[in-house]
């Protein structure tokens, strides 16, 4: 099982670590795009803030960079507020949705509850702490 890793902490990495976080979440990543992302030293920050045109330019393969992009994506902001939409009514059931187009998670919630709001598998303890 692969761990939960914040926005924040993928900002703080290197280009190695880039590297090795792509080799742990996209299955049978080439060397050769493990190689394109080291020449081009793409760190933490970069990789967060790559666009399609950057993805192209730096790996060759179609299906390599569509699987990329799609984890670039999940760590989006936008992402984030689509997990909380589908989760609005077991998070707050009575409130309206106005909160909802402004939802991130916060970088000091617990990987648990973080991991919670992407996946949509809350828990008693994520909601208090979401909640408090």
Request: charged letters at 25%; glycine letters at 4%; one cysteine or more.
């Amino acid at each position: 099982s692969v761990e939960m890793v914040s926005r924040a902490e993928i900002q703080s990495y290197s280009v190695d670590d880039v590297c090795s976080f792509l080799a742990q979440r996209v299955k049978d990543l080439g060397e050769d795009t493990l190689s394109d992302f080291r020449q081009n030293r793409v760190s933490g920050k970069a990789f967060l803030e790559l666009t399609e045109d950057d993805l192209r330019e730096i790996i060759k393969p179609l299906g390599e960079r569509r699987l990329v992009k799609r984890l670039i994506d999940s760590y989006k902001p936008s992402a984030v507020s689509g997990a909380a939409t589908a989760l609005k009514g077991v998070l707050m059931p009575t409130c309206d949705s106005s909160w909802l187009q402004k939802l991130s998670i916060p970088d000091n919630f617990s990987r648990a509850t973080q991991h919670a709001l992407t996946t949509g598998q809350i828990t008693k303890a994520a909601r208090i702490e979401i909640i408090t």
